[in-house]
């Protein structure tokens, strides 16, 4: 079965400075990886997705993904945050596809907060 | 196209009463699944439909818990006899098929509050 670890629960970064949060995946199979953003009072959005091809991937607002197998982990980073980018972070992974059925799993969550 | 909404925003019943949420995917979306987000907690599968049938049904899903989409266009997610366990973030997504694995479009979600 398929899961995944947000080690850090919190991350306080303040503005301009770099960041990384970190996931770690558990699967038996090959896995595809997303993480998303939910700002308050609003449901998920993507920022990036890891399929196949480069380990690194680059998403919407500046934000970048590492999948490095051997560590079974694929964390954000993004070199210089902004306070827009307070929100909570989930990190997510799918089995594929099967039966037309994509199950995804989530973390529990980072949530990043930004200081001026 | 204004992506996946969900009705209503936010939803305080009372212990023992019946609420039902809709949800209307993205327009050309076949596959409809519903979440619940609890606090401190990412996003757990209650469901999935590919266009009208009902393909998959997590065990979260109590028998107090029936979700329908007629004709593979919106979606209602009824819960009977609330308890406070349900108050919780349910969230709805939708994606296209014939992508193989791809991203899932988020509503905002029903919060449901069981006094």
């Known amino acids: 079965a398929q899961s995944v670890t947000q080690l850090d629960s919190q991350v306080p970064v303040f503005e301009e400075a770099p960041v990384e949060l970190r996931c770690n995946y558990s699967?038996?199979?090959?896995?595809?990886l997303f993480w998303y953003v939910q700002y308050p009072n609003q449901g998920l959005q993507l920022l990036l997705k890891?399929?196949?091809?480069?380990?690194l991937v680059k998403g919407i607002n500046g934000f970048e993904a590492e999948f490095n197998k051997s560590q079974t982990s694929f964390h954000l980073r993004k070199p210089s945050v902004h306070i827009s980018d307070t929100a909570e972070y989930f990190c997510?992974?799918?089995?594929?596809?099967?039966?037309?059925?994509?199950?995804?799993?989530f973390g529990t969550g980072t949530k990043l907060q930004v200081i001026p | 196209d204004t992506g996946v909404s969900q009705d209503p925003r936010h939803k305080i019943t009372k212990r023992g009463q019946n609420v039902t949420f809709r949800c209307d995917p993205i327009s050309e979306h076949n596959r409809l699944y519903w979440y619940r987000q609890t606090l401190g907690q990412g996003p757990e599968f209650l469901t999935y439909?590919?266009?009208?049938?009902?393909?998959?049904k997590s065990r979260l899903l109590s028998d107090r818990f029936s979700a329908e989409r007629p004709k593979g266009s919106f979606s209602t997610l009824e819960i009977q006899r609330t308890e406070q366990g349900d108050s919780a973030m349910y969230l709805c997504?939708?994606?296209?098929?014939?992508?193989?694995?791809?991203?899932?479009?988020f509503g905002p979600g029903t919060r449901l509050t069981v006094t």
């Open positions: 997504a939708s994606s296209p098929i014939g992508t193989g694995v791809g991203e899932q479009y």
């Open positions: 997510a992974v799918s089995e594929g596809v099967s039966g037309g059925y994509q199950k995804v799993t």
């Open positions: 439909f590919q266009n009208e049938a009902q393909l998959e």
């Open positions: 699967s038996s199979v090959s896995v595809y």
């Open positions: 890891y399929l196949s091809g480069s380990t």
